[in-house]
């Protein structure tokens, strides 16, 4: 870690503990410098950081202040983090435990729009020419069901999910597990699914999404 990506981390934390909110105005480049012992320089670099995050605002003969959107821009930071050091087994373990848990609201909420989202999600899936699009309409398929739960809360914990299918250890085990004949094996649980959610049917869904998600922590994780 460079010094001034320790200096951008710490200031970070700083924002996040509320010990500079919204409009406050930041320590002079001098103060900072001083009182993190790093040249000026280095704290240009650290706040350059924090203004193309989006966290804080500068204004020639102002300062430097906290921006406005800070809070969202923070919370983004921390989604982010936490897909980086969240496992492919303990994702795993969450789509287990989540993804049979939501079938009641997809069941009583879907709408004709939800249901033609997934088919083409399957389709597309189908006609992948790579891994990489066929994880991409994977992932999707399984964005869009969760959506069609129409409940925001579900709906924001399945996009931090796609981020964490989204580093790199998912990707390689993806990569290593997937056979021609597994993949074909997925579309086909895909399709099952999708009908069994179309036919509102919870328990064939639920029991669809339990077999399909332990098919593949098999074959990812060995058990």
């Known amino acids: 870690m460079t010094i001034s990506t320790s200096l951008r981390e710490t200031i970070l934390t700083q924002l996040q503990a509320g010990h500079w909110k919204a409009g406050d105005r930041l320590p002079t480049e001098r103060e900072l410098a001083e009182g993190y ?7 240009r670099k650290a706040l350059a950081d924090l203004k193309l995050l989006g966290l804080i605002e500068q204004t020639v003969g102002s300062g430097t202040f906290v921006a406005q959107q800070a809070s969202s821009g923070l919370d983004r930071l921390i989604q982010q983090d936490s897909a980086q050091h969240t496992s492919p087994a303990e994702l795993m373990e969450a789509r287990l435990a989540l993804e049979p848990a939501i079938i009641d609201l997809v069941v009583r909420n879907a709408t004709a729009a939800d249901f033609a989202r997934m ?3 399957c389709t597309s899936a189908e006609r992948a020419a790579s891994l990489e699009e066929f994880e991409h309409w994977d992932g999707a398929l399984h964005e869009a069901i969760a ?3 129409h409940n925001t809360f579900v709906s924001s914990v399945f996009k931090l999910m796609k981020q964490v299918r989204a580093q790199g250890d998912w990707g390689q085990l993806k990569k290593k597990s997937v056979t021609p004949e597994r993949r074909l094996a ?4 895909h399709r099952q699914l999708v009908d069994a959610l179309r036919d ?3 328990a064939r869904a639920k029991a669809g999404t339990l077999d399909h998600l332990l098919h593949v922590r098999h074959n990812l994780l060995g058990h």
């Open 119 to 121: 088919l083409s999600c």
């Open 147 to 149: 959506d069609a739960a």
């Open 200 to 202: 509102r049917d919870a």
């Open 186 to 189: 997925y579309q086909q649980e």
């Open 37 to 43: 012992s790093v040249s000026r320089t280095t704290v």
